[in-house]
């Protein structure tokens, strides 16, 4: 899970992780099973399907309806892969209960509230803003029943977010809204939607950003929400999210450390790694070769992957620019990236001065951390509990005949 409860912190983390190594695979661009594979029926799905999960009927038929939709092979591969994402996720739960999250949420707003919106609305009007909150939290709807203790009794995920939703709703309605439209003007949308600190939902746990990106069916952001706390819907957006981006790798882990972490992340730390071999600097093998706001949008300024790209190509008498690096790395979430001059330049400088192949993927170290997880975790934890599930789907799998 790329992400917490609240804002993502996403730390790089510091010890080098034991790096899973593979090399590039053929094929047209998916590690996925293509078209000449045998594919599996509905009813073959729901045996894939842990036996404990209830209504496994329901999920098979939604897992083969979207699989169809999206134009996935449904080989036993895809099919494993997709159900070991929902059981790490959810456990087949379309709105999971979350165990102490009314605590936990309290507390970060106790805690970090003011810090967070003066993230998002800057120390001016994010100070305001979070005043307001604070004081509709402990007084509305009633003292009595106030938004604090509604709060502290949430279970799921929805409930959360609902309760959200309502606390702004209020505020629009009753506190100060010259601030809060000067809010909404600064932020350019919803105030509420902005703040709104549940950004990844369902039961594959989708960003509502790519959700947006890639809405199925018209509605607003409301209905959106809604419809990743579906069963359905969590499954469409995260089977999306998951499958449908080309990669050459030659084990489903790093797509599952990709879930996590970021499109094309385990592609992108092998670059690192690569890059790491000719130079004397020691690099954060993220998988992230540029600097990113919280928004998403590039930074303007150097990472340290692209400032020992453009020493290492200097000293070596590669003729790629600055400039062109940085028009390079820019396509660092494409698969178009693999055919950019500073990929290639690396790839066939890692070859030379080494004699070994280039390495195509690799696992990021990226730390997870959040107020909903008892502790700090690391991609690799994700990657690998994900490819433990893949692993027994597919020894189910060997039971069905197709």
Same mark, same amino acid.
């Given at each position: 899970?790329?992400?917490?409860?609240?804002?993502?912190?996403?730390?790089?983390?510091?010890?080098?992780?034991?790096?899973?190594?593979?090399?590039?695979?053929?094929?047209?661009?998916?590690?996925?099973?293509?078209?000449?594979?045998?594919?599996?029926?509905?009813?073959?799905?729901?045996?894939?399907?842990?036996?404990?999960?209830?209504?496994?009927?329901?999920?098979?038929?939604?897992?083969?309806?979207?699989?169809?939709?999206?134009?996935?092979?449904?080989?036993?591969?895809?099919?494993?892969?997709?159900?070991?994402?929902?059981?790490?996720?959810?456990?087949?739960?379309?709105?999971?209960?979350?165990?102490?999250?009314?605590?936990?949420?309290?507390?970060?707003?106790?805690?970090?509230?003011?810090?967070?919106?003066?993230?998002?609305?800057?120390?001016?009007?994010?100070?305001?803003?979070?005043?307001?909150?604070?004081?509709?939290?402990?007084?509305?709807?009633?003292?009595?029943?106030?938004?604090?203790?509604?709060?502290?009794?949430?279970?799921?995920?929805?409930?959360?977010?609902?309760?959200?939703?309502?606390?702004?709703?209020?505020?629009?309605?009753?506190?100060?809204?010259?601030?809060?439209?000067?809010?909404?003007?600064?932020?350019?949308?919803?105030?509420?939607?902005?703040?709104?600190?549940?950004?990844?939902?369902?039961?594959?746990?989708?960003?509502?950003?790519?959700?947006?990106?890639?809405?199925?069916?018209?509605?607003?952001?409301?209905?959106?929400?809604?419809?990743?706390?579906?069963?359905?819907?969590?499954?469409?957006?995260?089977?999306?999210?998951?499958?449908?981006?080309?990669?050459?790798?030659?084990?489903?882990?790093?797509?599952?450390?990709?879930?996590?972490?970021?499109?094309?992340?385990?592609?992108?730390?092998?670059?690192?790694?690569?890059?790491?071999?000719?130079?004397?600097?020691?690099?954060?093998?993220?998988?992230?070769?540029?600097?990113?706001?919280?928004?998403?949008?590039?930074?303007?300024?150097?990472?340290?992957?692209?400032?020992?790209?453009?020493?290492?190509?200097?000293?070596?008498?590669?003729?790629?620019?600055?400039?062109?690096?940085?028009?390079? +790395?820019? *396509? =660092? @979430? %494409?698969?178009?990236?693999?055919?950019? !001059?500073?990929?290639?330049? /690396?790839?066939? +400088?890692? *070859? =030379? @001065? %080494?004699?070994?192949?280039?390495?195509? !993927?690799?696992?990021?170290? /990226?730390?997870?951390?959040?107020?909903?997880?008892?502790?700090?975790?690391?991609?690799?934890?994700?990657?690998?509990? /994900?490819?433990?599930?893949?692993?027994?789907?597919?020894?189910?799998?060997?039971?069905?005949?197709?």
């Amino acid at each position: 899970m790329k992400k917490t409860l609240f804002i993502s912190s996403h730390l790089k983390s510091l010890s080098i992780l034991a790096l899973s190594l593979s090399l590039v695979a053929c094929g047209d661009g998916s590690w996925w099973s293509k078209n000449n594979e045998p594919t599996l029926e509905e009813d073959q799905i729901k045996r894939l399907i842990p036996p404990p999960v209830n209504n496994r009927n329901s999920w098979a038929k939604d897992i083969f309806s979207i699989t169809d939709q999206l134009d996935i092979p449904q080989t036993k591969k895809n099919i494993c892969s997709i159900v070991a994402v929902v059981d790490q996720e959810s456990n087949f739960v379309a709105d999971p209960q979350v165990p102490g999250l009314g605590e936990k949420a309290v507390k970060e707003v106790q805690d970090r509230l003011e810090e967070k919106f003066k993230d998002k609305l800057g120390d001016g009007l994010g100070g305001t803003v979070a005043g307001y909150f604070q004081e509709v939290l402990k007084n509305q709807p009633s003292p009595e029943d106030n938004y604090l203790s509604q709060m502290r009794r949430v279970k799921t995920e929805r409930e959360l977010d609902e309760l959200y939703r309502e606390i702004f709703a209020y505020m629009s309605k009753h506190y100060h809204v010259s601030a809060l439209t000067g809010a909404a003007k600064l932020v350019g949308q919803d105030i509420g939607e902005k703040l709104n600190p549940i950004t990844t939902l369902g039961s594959m746990q989708v960003h509502i950003g790519y959700a947006k990106e890639h809405k199925r069916q018209g509605g607003n952001i409301a209905e959106l929400r809604t419809d990743l706390y579906s069963q359905y819907g969590g499954l469409y957006y995260g089977i999306h999210r998951l499958m449908m981006y080309p990669a050459d790798y030659d084990k489903a882990i790093y797509r599952f450390a990709d879930y996590n972490s970021g499109m094309y992340s385990s592609r992108n730390a092998a670059f690192q790694s690569m890059l790491n071999d000719l130079t004397v600097a020691e690099l954060d093998l993220d998988g992230d070769l540029l600097l990113y706001n919280k928004d998403g949008s590039i930074r303007s300024v150097s990472s340290q992957s692209e400032r020992e790209l453009i020493s290492v190509f200097a000293a070596n008498n590669i003729l790629v620019t600055p400039r062109q690096i940085r028009t390079d +790395l820019k *396509k =660092e @979430k %494409t698969k178009s990236f693999e055919d950019t !001059a500073t990929y290639r330049a /690396v790839a066939k +400088l890692y *070859k =030379e @001065k %080494t004699g070994k192949e280039p390495i195509y !993927a690799i696992m990021p170290e /990226v730390v997870i951390s959040g107020p909903k997880l008892s502790r700090d975790y690391n991609t690799n934890w994700f990657a690998t509990r /994900v490819n433990g599930r893949y692993q027994s789907c597919m020894q189910r799998a060997k039971r069905i005949k197709i």
